[in-house]
């Protein structure tokens, strides 16, 4: 199991950590287990300290950028596995079908109009998604553990879901630079 982040800065698990604290603790670490402070030290020590140093580093990127957070804490929990293709909900994939067929008629008729109207619905449909898992997010950190389950399989869909909207996004992009 790797090293858990939250545990190392002792910080409760969050998917909205206190981003001043957790900065707060990444400099404090730092300054603890920089090599430069242990330069005279034995062998051992320096390279214990440059592996403090990096677990610090990896820690704070991970758990300082939301969606990397969101990963992290959902491969913790065993439901995301690398390299997985992991699978959408249906009624969502029945939902984008049609933006999907737009995109594919963009591929052959490219319309800056077009373009315009898919990248407004998509992020139509980002925002929606945002909103709905906010209260969740917000909440997780005071869930009694019993709770935690169902709220992190709902994190789960929503993050696959943005991934999914993400990759239209960059689509829709790559056609908007064409037109």
Do not use: C
């Not at 209260?135 to 994190?155: F, K, T, V, W």
């Not at 943005?162 to 790559?174: D, G, H, M």
Request: glycine content about 4%.
């Amino acid at each position: 199991m790797p090293t858990d982040y939250f545990a190392f800065y002792g910080l409760p698990e969050s998917f909205q950590p206190d981003e001043a604290a957790l900065k707060r603790l990444y400099y404090a670490k730092s300054r603890e287990t920089h090599p430069d402070f242990h330069a005279t030290s034995s062998a051992e020590n320096q390279a214990d300290m440059l592996q403090q140093a990096t677990l610090n580093t990896d820690a704070y990127r991970t758990l300082s950028d939301s969606d990397k957070r969101m990963a992290y804490i959902l491969r913790q929990h065993g439901l995301l596995e690398e390299g997985k293709q992991e699978q959408l909900p249906p009624d969502f994939l029945m939902d984008m079908m049609d933006l999907n067929e737009q995109l594919m008629d963009l591929e052959t008729d490219p319309n800056a109009d077009t373009v315009a109207q898919v990248a407004a619905d998509v992020q139509a449909l980002a925002d929606t998604l945002d909103a709905g898992i906010q209260p969740i997010l917000a909440g997780y950190e005071g869930l009694p553990s019993d709770h935690r389950p169902a709220a992190l399989q709902q994190i789960r869909t929503y993050y696959l879901k943005k991934r999914y909207l993400l990759r239209i996004q960059q689509q829709v992009a790559t056609f908007a630079a064409r037109s």
